[in-house]
Antibody, heavy 121, light 110 residues
Framework: QVQLVQSGAEMKTPGASVKVSCKAS????????MHWVRQAPGQGLEWMGI????????TYAQKFQGRVTMTRDTSTSTVYMELSSLRSEDTAVYYC??????????????WGQGTLVTVSS | QSALTQPASVSGSPGQSITISCTGS?????????VSWYQQHPGKVPKLVIY???KRPSGVSNRFSGSKSGNTASLTISGLQAEDEADYYC??????????FGGGTKLTVL
């Protein structure tokens, strides 16, 4: 079945970087763009960015530009999200999600199970 | 890009109908691109319940429906059931290959 499986929880100190992975299965990985979305504790969903099928093209939310890098490895059907210069406010669950679209709309489905990143000294 | 505006909470009794609004601008919700809606139970992964403004994925109850008027999209849940109690988020394309979510609405089934 169509599935996205993310890497495990991470605990980082302020100023460090974290790299979260998202392995896809059950669909043609090279045909889909992929999104990253995060959710801080008790807060809403926040779109972070998108990466194209080949991994060459990315767009990041302005808030994260300069700190986030999204990459993908087509040989392993895995996308990665690296966030640098971590601060306590980056403590959140990070989700990958597959992009789906037609001429009228875009939607995110499926989602990975989420990766909790905790930033604390 | 500011989050789309949703009511913080809505409530209804079993069997009733509720509507959650999602207000944006002409650049996002009011554009020619239609929104999607997600349901999230506590501690769980968001689940797509409406795409293309009003379409339901396979497996989603026909009690869920979506619509749009101007810069506001709406999610209506009819025949409320206890299992519908969750957080709901709208999401819209915001131009320049960026997306924006609503702030989320907590639905309580009384």
């Amino acid at each position: 079945q169509v599935q996205l499986v993310q890497s495990g929880a991470e605990m980082k100190t302020p100023g460090a970087s974290v790299k979260v992975s998202c392995k896809a299965s059950g669909f043609t990985f090279t045909s889909y763009w992929m999104h990253w979305v995060r959710q801080a504790p008790g807060q809403g969903l926040e779109w972070m960015g998108i990466i194209n099928p080949s991994g060459i093209d990315t767009t990041y939310a302005q808030k994260f530009q300069g700190r986030v890098t999204m990459t993908r490895d087509t040989s392993t059907s895995t996308v990665y999200m690296e966030l640098s210069s971590l601060r306590s406010e980056d403590t959140a669950v990070y989700y990958c999600a597959r992009d789906n679209s037609n001429s009228k709309s875009w939607w995110f489905d499926p989602w990975g199970q989420g990766t909790l990143v905790t930033v604390s000294s | 890009q500011s989050a789309l505006t949703q009511p913080a909470s809505v409530s209804g009794s079993p069997g009733q109908s509720i509507t959650i609004s999602c207000t944006g601008s002409s650049s996002d919700v009011g554009s020619d691109k239609l929104v999607s809606w997600y349901q999230q139970h506590p501690g769980k992964v968001p689940k797509l319940v409406i795409y293309e403004g009003s379409k339901r994925p396979s497996g989603v109850s026909n009690r869920f429906s979506g619509s749009k008027s101007g810069n506001t999209a709406s999610l209506t849940i009819s025949g409320l059931q206890a299992e519908d109690e969750a957080d709901y988020y709208c999401c819209s394309y915001a131009g320049s290959r960026t997306w924006v979510f609503g702030g989320g609405t907590k639905l309580t089934v009384l």
